[in-house]
């Protein structure tokens, strides 16, 4: 039987020695050499056409009365002043619904 050579191009990529040793373990338990897998990754990459995975920012926390100087204070009320002025108000049953909304999923 003749034995066809495949091919291969080399990756180098630096990364976090914590993240390489957690997914190591995790892709040995799975069977799954590390080169195999990004091989199955930049796969998925060119099936997909982009990233195989969604990517997007956290929700933003609210931000914390505590935390903020006395003038970044100061500013968000000058702010909140403004807006309730111009007319710029939101009910506070529809804040409620949003901060639930956002953060107890």
Known sequence: MTRIATRTANV????DPDTK???EEILSQLGIPMSNAIG???KQVVLQRGLPFEMKLP???PLA???LTKEQFDAAMQLG???AEAGR???ADDVE????RMYDA
């Open 40 to 42: 199955m990754f930049l």
């Open 59 to 61: 929700p933003a926390k």
């Open 65 to 67: 009365f505590g935390s």
């Open 97 to 100: 619904a949003e901060m639930k």
């Open 12 to 15: 180098y990529t630096r990364v």
């Open 81 to 83: 002043m403004e807006d």
């Open 89 to 91: 108000v939101v009910s």
């Open 21 to 23: 040793e957690q997914a």
